[in-house]
């Protein structure tokens, strides 16, 4: 239980990290 509630939390975190590389390269563009 715990490791799935850690699994969750670090893909949280990936996607608050992708989606903050994509709005950088929107506002490149």
Do not use: A, W
């Amino acid at each position: 239980m715990i490791y799935l509630y850690t699994e969750i939390q670090s893909n949280l975190l990936e996607n608050r990290m992708n989606i903050s590389i994509v709005n950088e390269i929107n506002k490149i563009f």
